[in-house]
């Protein structure tokens, strides 16, 4: 067998062993970002229903602070340094930021009817099916798409800032349909990168794991903030 031919051999290898990769990957990616959803809800239910801890959020600023910082420590590293990771643990604090977000987000329960937060969790569900499809299968690179949208998101944060002070209704409505609008397409955007990515991946190990939970994390982001979004503009509140 000649040069060229144990090319051929072995390039043959790679392209199997890269569409074995593929759909590994891909199934990776969302059972992460299901069970971070599932420990997310759970969580939330269980702080709202239990008094001393929701009691212990309420009244200790310190506290419910510190789970946001931590939130933002957790993200920042995972995304930062996600290479000098193991995979273990990657996932060990994917799961812990899923916990964390759950404690802060157990406020919902108090602030919106049961009913309403079920409808919305399952309109936020239906939507992001939706558009997570659209990005996967359409053809249309939606790169520049995803860096409008990133500056538009940026721009979000730092008016939801200002508003904290200026306390203007209208605004706080704008900047809902705004995010709703900026998180349907964040979630076409982070689909067709995430495949887009996975397609190169060589195999399904470590390193690529990795990059699947990434994966997993930015589409988790995109549905909390969906949700959120959502829930503010048609959930019910409570009396």
């Known amino acids: 067998m000649d040069y060229e031919e144990i090319t051929n051999v072995v390039t043959r290898e790679q392209e199997l062993e890269m569409s074995a990769a593929f759909p590994v990957l891909m199934r990776k990616v969302y059972l992460w970002m299901t069970l971070a959803l599932v420990i997310t809800g759970f969580t939330a239910y269980y702080v709202a229903h239990n008094e001393t801890l929701l009691t212990a959020l309420v009244t200790n600023q310190i506290l419910l602070w510190g789970l946001v910082i931590g939130e933002l420590v957790l993200v920042f590293v995972l995304s930062a340094a996600i290479n000098k990771l193991s995979l273990t643990m990657a996932t060990l604090m994917f799961v812990l930021y899923s916990l964390l977000n759950g404690a802060t987000m157990s406020f919902i329960f108090l602030i919106y009817t049961y009913s309403s937060i079920t409808n919305v969790f399952f309109i936020t569900a239906a939507t992001f099916a939706a558009m997570a499809a659209f990005?996967?299968?359409?053809?249309?690179?939606?790169?520049?798409?995803?860096?409008?949208?990133m500056m538009a998101l940026i721009g979000i944060i730092i008016a939801t800032i200002v508003n904290i002070f200026t306390k203007s209704e209208g605004l706080a409505m704008i900047l809902n349909y705004l995010g709703v609008l900026?998180?349907?397409?964040?979630?076409?955007?982070?689909?067709?990168?995430?495949?887009?990515?996975?397609?190169?991946?060589?195999?399904a190990g470590e390193g690529a794991q990795k990059m699947a939970l990434l994966g997993a994390l930015s589409l988790y982001l995109d549905f909390i903030n969906l949700f959120l979004y959502l829930l503010r503009l048609f959930g019910s509140r409570r009396d």
């Open 182 to 203: 900026v998180f349907v397409g964040l979630t076409a955007y982070d689909s067709q990168k995430i495949k887009q990515m996975m397609l190169t991946a060589t195999d």
């Open 135 to 149: 990005g996967y299968f359409t053809k249309t690179d939606l790169t520049s798409m995803g860096k409008i949208l």
